[in-house]
């Protein structure tokens, strides 16, 4: 008996269910450039370990849009707007069901 061995690009891409490793490797470069251009922002505006909590978390509040239009942005120059859209839909969606009332 043989065992399989499943490549991490293998798993991403089924479970963001994609066709070619490339896509893969263009979206966890799309993910690498929009969280990288969130860190020149932080330290523009001082944020570090020694920032009061408070202002930390204020700052992750109001970076939030900017990273989702960031992603989107990068997505667009990578060619994965689609992918992007759709996922951002499907984030927002969970965050949505977050606030609904339980029944």
């Known amino acids: ?6 490549s991490f690009v293998d798993k991403l891409k089924k479970r ?5 490793a490339t896509q893969v490797i263009l979206i966890l470069i799309v993910f ?8 020149p922002i932080k330290h523009l505006l001082g944020i570090n370990s020694e920032t009061s909590t408070p202002y930390r978390i ?7 849009p900017i990273y989702n239009l960031l992603l989107l ?6 060619g994965q707007f689609r992918f992007f859209l759709e996922f951002e839909k499907r984030f927002f969606k969970r965050i949505a069901n977050i606030f609904k ?3």
């Open 1 to 6: 008996m043989r065992l399989q061995t499943v």
């Open 16 to 20: 963001w269910q994609v066709k070619s």
């Open 32 to 39: 690498t450039c929009t969280g990288s251009s969130i860190i």
């Open 58 to 64: 204020l700052f992750y509040i109001g970076v939030f």
């Open 73 to 78: 942005g990068y997505g667009f120059i990578f």
């Open 101 to 103: 009332p339980k029944p």
